[in-house]
């Protein structure tokens, strides 16, 4: 009976192994195959940044001709540097202003008890049911009123007014699962409450602060709502706003010059995304150790 179970059972370990390869092999190609389908806009977007312009209206994927005045049009004729230039500084202070200001909200509203502290957490996320698209009169007026319309200032103030509540409703989220112990450990040491945050609690923020500072650095660097109303002069606009010239056109669009300036527009945001992921892989191997 014992040989009998031996010899049946070496099948279906064959047959268990044979399955798992299968669905392996089934789910990656399942996702090269939506890989590729999604690389075809960025290909056509690729392929019309180096076309002529009466190349787009052809119906082709793969252009005929080839040309680079496209990129040079975009580098030397245009404010195109400057618009990437407004937009790093708008983007960047706006996401690392909202980092430093909820990291400290979100950690007294998760760690300390105080009255109003639920009305106030509830508060952050009622904040997120209205659509910032409401209060664009009274941005305006407000902004008017104080003498900073069409500043830079101006359009990261309003950006980080509407950064500070998701972004505290999300780092407080992950605060809520971090056990208190290490904090509490040091506390009995005889650590201060400041020696505290910089040195155990700001480590262990460090990866939801880089997902925030990446998430607010690329809401404020594609908007275009705000910065349109806010913004009026030409030297201040930001990237959104500079491709919409391309758009203007009395007979046309120039879409080749439109699709190279998109293309070099995205190129800080690879960069940030490359140095928060070296950022995060040389936190992680610390943490290992």
Not at 161 to 175: E, L
Request: proline share 3%; with cysteine.
């Amino acid at each position: 009976m014992i040989r009998q179970s031996h010899k049946t059972s070496a099948p279906n370990t064959q047959s268990f192994r044979f399955k798992n390869t299968s669905a392996s092999f089934a789910r990656s190609a399942l996702v090269v195959t939506l890989a590729l389908f999604s690389s075809i806009p960025i290909l056509f977007i690729l392929t019309v940044s180096f076309s002529k312009s009466g190349e787009l209206y052809s119906g082709r994927l793969f252009i005929e001709g080839f040309t680079l005045n496209n990129y040079a049009n975009i580098l030397f004729e245009t404010d195109f540097l400057l618009w990437i230039k407004n937009s790093i500084y708008v983007s960047g202070t706006t996401a690392l202003l909202a980092i430093i200001l909820t990291s400290l909200s979100a950690h007294v509203l998760s760690r300390y008890a105080f009255k109003g502290r639920d009305f106030m957490t509830s508060s952050l996320l009622i904040i997120q049911l209205f659509p910032g698209i409401m209060s664009l009169v009274a941005i305006y007026k407000i902004l008017q009123f104080f003498k900073i319309l069409d500043t830079l200032t101006a359009l990261v103030l309003v950006y980080l007014a509407g950064a500070i509540p998701f972004t505290t409703w999300m780092i407080k989220g992950f605060f809520d699962t971090v056990p208190k112990s290490m904090e509490e450990a040091a506390a009995l040491d005889g650590a201060g409450p400041f020696r505290i945050y910089f040195s155990i609690v700001l480590p262990t923020m460090a990866p939801v602060l880089m997902i925030a500072f990446a998430f607010n650095f690329i809401a404020a660097y594609c908007d275009f709502l705000l910065a349109a109303v806010i913004l009026m002069d030409a030297k201040l606009y930001t990237l959104a706003l500079g491709l919409r010239s391309f758009l203007e056109g009395d007979f046309s669009t120039n879409w080749p010059e439109f699709c190279a300036a998109a293309l070099m527009g995205a190129v800080p945001i690879i960069l940030m995304f490359s140095t928060i992921g070296g950022l995060g892989l040389k936190i992680a191997n610390k943490l290992g150790r």
